[in-house]
């Protein structure tokens, strides 16, 4: 039976955007642009992002990313992931929308599916069953992929949590992940290259914003 026999849920306020990637390719950078311009513009903007960005997330998040940690196996890395979202959506994300403002989130379920799916060499479709529940298959207008090579991408950190740490086999198949995923819902996604211009990525995603702006001011009008 499939997850959710209507599809995915898009939310019918407000503008809900994710910034996916790699490690190091400018997602956090991008988002805080994206927010500081929609305040400039008038809009309530809530930057987000995952793991982390709520009470119990934060616990989840140093389990998961600390080096301390040790080895995890595959399927409890990827439930802790779940965990975080599953949260995050309920408390954080969801609020947020139906009080008609515009979410943007730093990493959400495409990661999931690309370093635990991808790069864990888990049954992508098991690892998107779980992930997908956890967040009642509540969906992005647009997902922006911040793409970048990750042998560049990995050379940015000079210290490395537990997936950054990874090899560059295992951040290649997250990378090509992404890219798959994008290139299956062009509708929903954008794909920049890491290692343009910031300004010149930030004007891209804000051309890609607006037409968004517009249809959610049309339907609560």
């Known amino acids: ?35 500081q311009w929609l305040g400039s513009q008038g809009y309530a903007a809530r930057l987000t992002f995952e793991p982390g960005d709520t009470r119990a997330g934060a ?24 965990a975080d979202k599953a949260e995050h959506v309920e408390t954080v994300v969801l609020p947020a929308l139906a009080r008609g403002e515009v979410v943007i989130t730093d990493r959400y379920v495409d990661s999931t599916l690309a370093y635990q799916g991808a790069g864990r060499t888990l049954d992508v479709a098991e690892v998107e069953a779980v992930a997908r529940w956890a967040t009642g ?46 290139a299956a819902d062009a509708d929903h996604y954008l794909v920049l290259d890491a290692r343009a211009d910031v300004d010149d990525i930030a004007a ?5 914003v607006e037409p968004l702006l517009r249809r959610a001011a049309r339907d609560s009008g």
Do not use: W
């Not at 998961?64 to 890395?77: C, H, I, Y």
């Not at 949590?161 to 798959?180: K, M, N, P, T, Y």
């Not at 891209?204 to 890609?208: F, K, M």
């Open 59 to 82: 616990d989840l998040r140093r389990i998961v990313l600390s080096p301390e940690t040790g080895d995890l196996a595959d399927r409890t890395e990827a439930l802790i992931y779940a």
């Open 204 to 208: 891209a995603v804000r051309a890609a």
């Open 137 to 182: 298959d509540l969906r992005p207008h647009l997902t922006v992929v911040l793409d970048l090579e990750p042998a560049a991408a990995l050379g940015r950190f000079e210290e490395r949590d537990r997936i950054e740490g990874e090899s560059l086999e295992f951040h290649q198949r997250v990378r090509q992940a992404f890219l798959d995923m994008a």
């Open 1 to 35: 039976m499939p997850l959710n026999p209507t599809g995915p849920v898009y939310a019918d306020r407000g503008v809900f955007v994710c910034f996916e990637g790699g490690d190091g390719a400018g997602k956090s950078t991008q988002s805080r642009r994206l927010a």
